[in-house]
């Protein structure tokens, strides 16, 4: 690729929350920054430190979205950029540079992260991507593009996970979930279904959330006791599937979902809700009918007797995960997506 582009793109969560939308951002910026375009971000100043590697401008996403400080702001680092390309991504910051409707945010593009109930803070940028087949369909908008999230290479030999799971005191298959412990993970299902389970097995779940206590106490509770551990967030998740017999996921909704990628990856056979890019790409029998305890309970018990053949008719999904989900991949399909953008709005600009 020979352009080169100034790019801005806008991330407006708060409080530093890290999850799947900031890093997606902290990806994609590092792939365009290796392939020589001047990348700017604006976003909350609790995101800095994640943001290392391109130009920061730091603009406090706690006021309203509404708020005419954060316009006046937004503004002038726009006409200080003069970005060829600004990218919004999630609804509140769609809905901010929506609102700013300034020829000095140069053409527009908004990333569709999680499902939501509307699309329509979107409407008003030039194109809109989104990050799997489910929200595609389900998108209106003209000028519309799905493009899965790329994961970078995990480096070898950085391998934290072993020394802990080198004791092998969990009872085999054991059974990995990640994610943040909130509602929408579902990990309240998943154990009332693994309690139901009459097969052997340990489940470990990964991350921290407001559920964690909640979660705890029904881990205490008879027939779940001894056969669960919550072990914290944990930066070497990959690391973690590698030495899983199982990743499964109970989520209500994704976007994406980050941990089915990279448990295709590593290797490790997964079971899935029908959310994020699970429907895409898995099997119909690696997936739940719904987010019930019934149909979780249903599909384990299904696959977790024979998980050679799950990961046999697995095969050609990681195939193609390890083809698709990939940096180099998705970093090529946001290129072609501002390529066009820009060619429409400069063809649109044009006079006739």
Not at 35 to 47: C, F, K, R, W, Y
Not at 97 to 113: I, K
Not at 283 to 297: F, G, I, K, Q
Request: hydrophobic share 40%; aromatic share 6%.
């Amino acid at each position: 690729m020979t352009t080169r582009w100034r790019i801005v793109h806008l991330l407006a969560t708060r409080n530093g929350v890290w999850g799947g939308m900031e890093r997606h951002v902290a990806d994609l910026t590092r792939a365009q920054c290796d392939a020589g375009h001047d990348v700017h971000l604006i976003a909350d100043p609790s995101l800095q430190h994640h943001f290392p590697h391109l130009t920061f401008q730091a603009l406090s996403m706690g006021p309203s979205r509404y708020s005419p400080r954060l316009y006046l702001q937004l503004r002038q680092h726009l006409q200080a950029v003069r970005p060829h390309i600004t990218h919004a991504h999630g609804n509140k910051a769609a809905r901010i540079l929506s609102l700013q409707a300034s020829a000095l945010a140069g053409a527009t593009v908004g990333t569709l992260h999680g499902i939501k109930s509307s699309d329509a803070a979107f409407h008003k940028l030039n194109s809109l991507i989104t990050l799997s087949g489910f929200s595609y369909e389900r998108a209106n908008h003209p000028h519309k593009t799905m493009i899965y999230h790329g994961l970078p290479l995990r480096q070898a030999g950085n391998d934290q996970a072993a020394p802990a799971l080198a004791a092998n005191h969990w009872q085999r298959p054991w059974v990995l979930a990640v994610g943040r412990l909130e509602p929408v993970k579902g990990f309240d299902r998943l154990l009332e279904a693994w309690a139901r389970l009459s097969a052997p097995g340990h489940l470990v779940i990964l991350g921290e959330g407001s559920q964690r206590f909640a979660l705890e106490q029904r881990c205490r509770q008879p027939d779940l006791a001894g056969r669960v551990t919550l072990a914290g967030y944990r930066e070497d998740a990959r690391a973690w599937l590698q030495h899983a017999d199982l990743c499964v996921v109970s989520s209500l909704r994704e976007g994406f979902c980050y941990v089915l990628a990279e448990a295709l990856l590593e290797g490790c056979p997964v079971l899935s809700t029908a959310t994020g890019i699970a429907a895409d790409i898995l099997p119909a029998t690696s997936l739940a009918a719904d987010a019930s305890v019934e149909s979780l309970l249903q599909l384990l018990q299904t696959q977790l007797p024979d998980l050679a053949q799950l990961k046999q008719a697995q095969a050609d999904a990681r195939a193609y995960a390890r083809q698709t989900l990939t940096l180099t991949a998705m970093a090529h399909h946001t290129d072609d997506c501002y390529q066009a953008t820009l060619d429409r709005t400069r063809s649109h600009d044009r006079p006739h």
